[in-house]
């Protein structure tokens, strides 16, 4: 199976969400990506439909967006 | 490992939620609960701290909303 994409900023909701999603998907399915630090990742997570995050893009390129803790225009500053 | 519980409430948005955690985490995992058609379970999904569907509560008590439904209160009409 491919990875999801768990796309967070940092934020203590992104964090939260982070562990619950490791737990129950295994950490060895999802690759995580801190768009704050690695600006450069910010293009790719919009082009998937990221609108905010914490936002998991599943292997079938769905997003789902959880919970809510920083919009994108929020990152981008 | 004790089950998740996937709260929704039949609409577009939860069903296709409901793809996407079962494929993620496995049907075996997860509970889904249909609070449109099992009212008796609204109670008990607030006061879990459900705020809108779809929602899977964790097995360590945690509310992942995702993406957006319906609140609560669409669904108690």
Redesign the interface.
């Known amino acids: 199976m491919s990875k999801?994409v768990f796309y967070h900023a940092g934020c203590p909701v992104c964090v939260?969400?982070e562990h619950?999603?490791v737990?129950?998907?295994g950490a060895n399915?999802v690759e995580v990506v801190h768009i704050g630090e690695n600006r450069s990742r910010i293009a790719e997570a919009e082009g998937k439909g990221v609108k905010s995050v914490p936002a998991l893009v599943?292997p079938?390129g769905?997003?789902?967006?959880?919970?809510?803790g920083a919009s994108m225009a929020d990152v981008k500053g």
């Open positions: 999801s939260s969400a619950d999603i737990n129950l998907i399915n599943t079938a769905h997003v789902l967006h959880i919970n809510f």
